[in-house]
């Protein structure tokens, strides 16, 4: 005979199972606080005995809540799948998922939120790859709708930089592997980066000039120009060809620091060089880049937390909790000093903006195109 189907544990099945009323079973699920701790513990271990799992529609028909978060996907960037993973596994955690929409840079780019909005399909967002100008972090701001923005603003002016944002101190990285060459004995050290105004690039810049002043190495030369294998060959070959050139290269991303390296190789030069992201590429075997890790991992686990922070969504205890996958990572600075009252734009409720900037750590490969440079 066909077995008969099994039954899907409902909050009657937990709330006989642990002895207590539908109500507390209910309390456990959305108001834990409110449950005594003994009481809480023995609902939850029922929870995860009989593998019940909230009814999402009818909990988002009785709270007006989706448990979605909106993250809008860019081009094809290695970082940003490993900050979505690390997201997805966060939210995962507390109950939540995403949903995943694409939608055109810039102002044009606003539509797509706003029509997520109007259909209720979300609670809010997690915004990357934020550029100078951005407009998405006012805009939902002046809406009152949450979200946390991976990356700065990159502006002081307090219409712009509003809402909650994690970020890694880019100029901390780049000072860090200007050090790196500096302690292999190099003292020409050059830097290929991205045209002035892209924020992140300015800021990775800035590490770069205000470390080689403070090793006392004068002026360096660098050359500037859009993210790309060809693009970081062409600026490296300048800087290169040049009658007093660099023995050793600080490059912007990983992308720029593999055109520098083909574009040594191609001369014949022996050139240290760092990139930045220890993406992928910076490991494969033949490549072996010396790179400057952001700890994405971190940082997705982090914004998860912030925008559920600002929903007033505590956690979900009945989840099993994942180990930490960055627990060497450097700590973070915390909120930083631009932490303030909120301006005009931000909604009167709710918790204050948090700011955190995160240390990236520096990862060493030596290879055939990383020697140590003795100089005088």
Not at 119 to 124: F, I, P, Q, Y
Not at 242 to 251: G, H
Request: aromatic share 4%; hydrophobic share 40%.
């Amino acid at each position: 005979m066909p077995r008969p189907p099994q039954q899907v544990p409902s909050v009657s099945t937990v709330a006989r199972a642990a002895g207590v009323s539908r109500q507390t079973v209910s309390n456990v699920l959305n108001a834990p606080h409110v449950v005594h701790p003994d009481t809480r513990a023995r609902v939850e271990a029922v929870i995860r005995e009989v593998g019940y799992r909230p009814n999402r529609v009818a909990r988002s028909l009785r709270t007006r809540s989706t448990h979605l978060i909106g993250y809008c996907v860019g081009g094809d960037n290695p970082l940003l799948d490993r900050f979505l993973h690390a997201m997805s596994t966060a939210a995962g955690q507390r109950g939540y998922h995403l949903v995943l929409f694409t939608a055109p840079p810039g102002a044009d780019g606003l539509p797509a939120y706003e029509d997520l909005l109007a259909r209720n399909t979300v609670d809010g967002f997690v915004l990357s790859e934020t550029t100078v100008g951005d407009r998405r972090p006012a805009w939902l701001a002046s809406r009152g709708v949450p979200f946390v923005a991976f990356g700065r603003p990159w502006s002081s002016d307090p219409a712009v930089d509003v809402g909650s944002w994690v970020d890694v101190d880019g100029a901390a990285g780049t000072a860090a592997a200007t050090r790196h060459l500096y302690d292999l004995g190099h003292r020409r050290i050059g830097f290929v980066g991205w045209p002035a105004g892209s924020g992140s690039g300015d800021d990775r810049l800035r590490g770069w000039r205000e470390e080689c002043a403070r090793l006392g190495l004068g002026e360096q030369p660098a050359a500037h120009g859009e993210n790309g294998i060809e693009h970081g060959a062409a600026l490296a070959t300048t800087l290169l060809t040049a009658p007093e050139p660099p023995t050793a290269l600080v490059c912007v991303s990983d992308v720029m620091a593999l055109g520098a390296q083909q574009a040594a190789r191609a001369a014949g030069r022996a050139v240290a060089l760092v990139g930045f992201d220890d993406s992928p590429l910076a490991a494969l075997p033949g490549i072996d880049l010396t790179s400057v890790r952001q700890p994405v991992e971190r940082i997705g686990r982090d914004v998860v937390r912030l925008l559920l922070d600002q929903l007033g969504d505590g956690p979900v205890t009945a989840h099993t909790a994942v180990p930490d996958a960055q627990a060497g990572t450097a700590p973070d600075a915390g909120p930083d000093d631009r932490t303030g009252p909120p301006p005009d734009t931000r909604p009167d409720t709710g918790p204050a903006p948090q700011r955190l900037l995160l240390e990236p750590t520096l990862v060493p490969r030596l290879s055939s195109t990383h020697p140590t440079k003795e100089q005088p």
